[in-house]
Nanobody, 115 residues
Framework: QVQLVESGGGLVQPGGSLRLSCVAS????????MGWYRQAPGKQRELVAT???????NYLDSVKGRFTISRDNAKNTVYLQMDSLKPEDTAVYYC?????????WGQGTQVTVSS
């Protein structure tokens, strides 16, 4: 079993920055892909960013150039650096991790962008 714990969410003004962290623990040896989803109230969950075991990345079009996903394998941690935040980025952000058997989900962390 894998456990994912997110942190770093909060309230920021438009144009501000946040860095989300997700620490994986448990049986993490076979994890090969990680990413971030987000879900705003009343809206569909959407995939924000992914990163493979080889550090190949992909991003939702609306966050390209503003968000950066990275991973530190020594710390079993994936990050989402969010710059130039907009009100439409407001959502609960969920860390995900894949192994050959299943997808694991974190508990979510709230990001609110408001003036």
């Amino acid at each position: 079993q894998v456990q994912l714990v997110e942190s770093g969410g909060g309230l920021v003004q438009p144009g501000g920055s946040l860095r989300l962290s997700c620490v994986a623990s448990g049986n993490i040896f076979n994890i090969y892909n990680m990413g971030w989803y987000r879900q705003a109230p009343g809206k569909q969950r959407e995939l924000v960013a992914t990163i493979t075991s080889g550090d190949s990345t992909n991003y939702l079009d609306s966050v390209k150039g503003r968000f950066t996903i990275s991973r530190d394998n020594a710390k079993n941690t994936v990050y989402l650096q969010m710059d130039s935040l907009k009100p439409e980025d407001t959502a609960v952000y969920y860390c995900v991790a894949d192994d050959p058997s299943r997808r694991y989900w974190g508990q979510g962390t709230q990001v609110t962008v408001s003036s």
